[in-house]
């Protein structure tokens, strides 16, 4: 069992950064595809970055996030900057050993943590 907590989340003015953590612990997933989701208030959770082999980015935060793993660390970070309202939502960390893309590609989940841009 593999248990995930992000933190890093709060209140943010457009054009600002955070940084999203997820610590791990129950077994190192250095081996994990890792991946960041988020779920906006009255919409479906939508996949935002991932890395495993290859880093993934969904189009609307390219240049704008970063996703970087430590593994020493068991820890992986989601880098947001110049946010913008529209990434206002609850983000999640996901550990998984088979696609990208998909929430069904990934086992284990963290609780969220929210991330909210005003204007």
């Known amino acids: 069992q593999v248990q995930l907590v992000e933190s890093g989340g709060g209140l943010v003015q457009a054009g600002g950064a955070l940084r999203l953590s997820c610590a791990a612990s129950?077994?190192?997933?250095?081996?994990?595809?890792m991946g960041w989701f988020r779920r906006a208030p009255g919409k479906e959770r939508e996949f935002v970055a991932a890395?495993?082999?290859?880093?993934y980015y969904r189009d609307s935060v390219k240049g704008r996030f970063t996703l970087a793993r430590d593994n020493a660390k068991n820890a992986v970070y989601l880098q947001m900057n110049s946010l913008k309202p529209e990434d206002t939502a609850v983000y999640y960390c996901?550990?998984?050993?088979?696609?990208?893309?998909?929430?069904?590609?990934?086992?284990?989940w963290g609780q969220g943590t929210q991330v909210t841009v005003s204007s």
């Open positions: 996901a550990a998984g050993s088979g696609g990208y893309f998909s929430e069904r590609d990934y086992d284990y």
């Open positions: 129950g077994h190192t997933f250095s081996g994990y595809t």
């Open positions: 890395s495993g082999r290859s880093t």
